[in-house]
């Protein structure tokens, strides 16, 4: 009898690990991004996990971004998910709205500038994923 309930107890705990994945983080950083003009998005590279991450079926938790820009030419940013993008009301924070999508997908920054504005050169893009 005490065989027979460790073993089931065991294949339980097995099962139930292969469906959670376990928690974890992955960062990147990509090259800056020249926004030209107010008519025009324009993206940054992909903002991939490496490979070492092995992030598998795991979803995003929360998401810590950055980035710089002049103090004297701010511009309209947003953070990309292939599912969805949301507006950054700074130039660095922290973010659960993107919480429960895929862990494993690109990300994105997105930007643009103000009618009238001069070209800025944006660089410093940084993602930090924690997933799990």
Known sequence: MVTV??????IAMGLAS???AAPGSWSSQVPSVMVAMSDRVSSSQPIVAPSAAQVGNA???RI?????????SPVN?????PEQCIPLNSMRGSTM???GKHADA????????TPGQRPVRVQGLQAIVNYQ
């Open 64 to 72: 810590q971004w950055r980035y710089e820009a002049p103090p004297a």
């Open 18 to 20: 292969s469906v959670q």
């Open 97 to 99: 709205a993107l919480a």
């Open 5 to 10: 309930s460790i073993t089931v107890s065991l």
């Open 77 to 81: 940013a947003w953070l990309c998910h």
């Open 106 to 113: 690109p990300l994105y920054f997105r930007f643009a500038l």
């Open 59 to 61: 979803v995003i938790d």
